[in-house]
């Protein structure tokens, strides 16, 4: 069982990477967990936001396998405490078995294709952030939730 994040473009911001980078190395302690960039769409100016979205899906149905459990980050999505994603993990990975992939879209959100393959959705907030900082706070997240589902002092209640 592993964890993936993808994401539609790439990580531009040197502290977003740094992030990411700290709560990446320190997850790989609880998990196999990786970051794939799905490189942003070029020349679509001429393009509608559907034909975007649509695009950016295939792109992201590209990089699913059919036995993964995948999770949209959707600003409809379930919200959750930190301490309910981590027993939301913590059943995957116990009852389900597969494993999980998180996407976070593109600007203009998802394709009708990729919602239609998402097994769930959940949102980090009812507020919006920016592509690039939902990235790191997300990870933070996913290495909260493994802290508490091994009963370490990193989460206070």
């Known amino acids: 069982m592993k964890i993936t994040l993808l994401t539609v473009g ?8 740094q992030g990411m980078d700290i709560y990446v ?9 990786s970051v794939i960039e799905i490189p942003e769409l070029k020349n679509v100016s001429a393009l509608t ?21 995948l999770v949209l980050l ?10 309910e994603l981590a027993k939301v993990i913590q059943d995957k990975i116990s009852y389900v078995g ?13 394709s009708d294709a990729v919602y ?9 907030s009812r507020m919006t952030f920016s592509h ?3 990235r790191a706070i997300f ?12 009963g370490e002092p990193y989460h206070h209640e």
Request: hydrophobic letters at 35%.
């Open 116 to 124: 239609q393959r998402a097994d769930s959705r959940m949102s980090l």
């Open 132 to 134: 690039q900082m939902v």
């Open 49 to 69: 936001k559907e034909q975007i979205k649509v695009r950016e899906g295939e792109l992201i149905l590209k990089n699913v396998k059919p036995a993964d459990d």
């Open 25 to 33: 190395s320190r997850l790989k302690h609880y998990i196999p967990f």
């Open 10 to 17: 790439k990580t531009d911001k040197d502290w977003v990477r």
């Open 98 to 110: 597969k494993d999980i992939v998180y996407v976070i879209g593109g600007a203009y959100g998802f």
């Open 139 to 150: 990870v933070e997240q996913i290495y909260r939730a493994f802290t508490i589902m091994r």
């Open 74 to 83: 959707d600003e409809r999505g379930k919200e959750y405490t930190s301490v």
